[in-house]
């Protein structure tokens, strides 16, 4: 039998970490709606940014000879290098949140590995860094302290190298994955493929009868510029989504280990009093057996 | 009168969304006017001033840093990196959203005159305000 003393101990130390748990919900039921708004106003300008490039990129195909010849649009079945840029949390207590895309990741890299591409690996986010770290993968970027607070200018300062490198053949794709937020208690993993762009199908006779002036004298300039902006943005939008998706993570696994904590609260002043029931009836019957012997 | 549908989208959220009577952009050729009934265009923005004329006469200012804009029809769309728009209720928020601009200007000028080309527009679109 275990002890009263040591009984509410543990009791007290559970519920101590009930307040805890609790407190961090709040927490991130409060920095989730700050997240799902950002990410909510920023998706007005990618699915304009998308209109745009697919509307002139599509254009270019359907009326110049040849095709486009950007080559940040043209597939490619056979890739040498490949960029893979992953997003975790900086920080830990989110359930499988972090491991899901680190999964992810390392399903992409087996992937390529068996068809002989290199892959470079840049990181975001503590959590995978030091996993991947841990398990001694490479990784040519390192950056901390980013998916905690995303920024656009950092975000664009990073993804840079890549676009750089792509435009100029180094890489033949580059690849984000990250944990996206889905709605408050499901988290979407993505793997996307931000270069080549995928522009979908465009549909030349629709654009026949209509007009598009582009006034820049260079179509290819313009379209450079635009492609930059995309990738840089959908860095961005990988970072802003992945903090929404880790707040509601996090939301869930600390509402389930305040649960839990109640539970075994509840169990432990179970014990707790069986305990004490004892306690009383063995000194009850030490007292009535003394006064019997006393008779 | 026919109007504008106007938006001003940055990658953190919608700066601006509404009617205008008419806009002036800071194209890359030079600035140049939209009004209704514009004929469809996509074209490049280079770091400038954006001049809204709503519907009730008064010029809005938004300070931008590069941008694409499409028009098509009435709809005009404005997609840029960075914006600052130039309004507040008293001297003291106008101030702060000069040197707001002024800073968000000065992180990408390439050269001085263009810096002091915006810089004087910033000016002078603050003191229309006052």
């Known amino acids: 039998m275990a002890n009263l003393k040591e009984i509410q101990r543990q009791i007290k130390s559970v519920s101590n970490t009930q307040k805890t748990t609790r407190a961090m919900k709040l927490v991130s039921t409060a920095k989730l709606r700050r997240a799902e708004e950002l990410a909510k106003r920023s998706r007005l300008f990618a699915q304009k940014t998308n209109q745009v490039i697919a509307e002139i990129a599509g254009r270019i195909q359907c009326n110049k000879v040849g095709g486009i010849v950007n080559r940040c649009f043209i597939e490619n079945d056979t890739p040498e290098m490949i960029d893979i840029i992953f997003v975790t949390a900086d920080k830990g207590l989110c359930g499988g949140f972090n491991m899901q895309t680190i999964k992810a990741v390392k399903r992409l890299i087996n992937e390529y590995k068996n068809k002989n591409v290199k892959i470079r690996i840049r990181g975001i986010g503590k959590k995978g860094i030091e996993f991947f770290n841990y398990n001694q993968v490479e990784m040519l970027d390192e950056v901390k302290n980013l998916s905690s607070a995303p920024d656009m200018q950092r975000a664009a300062e990073f993804m840079t190298r890549s676009i750089n490198d792509f435009k100029e053949g180094i890489v033949d794709a580059v690849y984000i994955v990250y944990n996206g937020y889905k709605n408050v208690i499901t988290q979407e993993l993505h793997v996307n493929r931000i270069l080549p762009a995928n522009i979908g199908d465009y549909d030349c006779e629709a654009t026949k009868n209509t007009t598009l002036e582009l006034e820049a004298q260079d179509e290819e300039k313009m379209l450079d510029s635009l492609v930059t902006k995309y990738a840089e943005y959908n860095m961005y939008y990988a970072l802003i989504d992945s903090v929404a998706a880790e707040h509601s993570a996090r939301m869930q696994a600390m509402d389930a280990a305040t649960n839990n904590a109640k539970e075994m609260v509840r169990s432990l002043k179970v014990s707790f009093n069986k305990a004490r029931q004892e306690a009383i009836t063995t000194e009850l019957i030490e007292i009535i057996s003394g006064v019997e012997s006393m008779k | ?130």
């Open chain 2, 1 to 130: 009168m026919e109007t504008l549908q106007l938006e001003v989208l940055t990658p953190s959220g919608p700066i601006y969304n509404g009617p205008a009577k008419s806009v002036t952009l800071p194209g890359e050729e030079g600035e140049f006017g939209v009004l209704p009934e514009h004929v469809a265009l996509t074209t490049l923005l280079q770091a400038g001033v954006v001049d809204i004329q709503k519907e009730n006469g008064v010029i809005e200012s938004i300070v931008v840093n590069w941008g694409v804009v499409q028009i098509s029809g009435n709809n005009v769309v404005v997609l840029v990196d960075g914006a600052v728009a130039i309004r507040g209720e008293n001297e003291g928020d106008i101030a702060r959203s000069i040197a707001e601009a002024q800073s968000l200007i000065k992180s990408i000028a390439d050269s001085n005159a263009m810096l002091a080309t915006v810089s004087a527009r910033i000016e002078s679109a603050a003191h229309n305000l006052l």
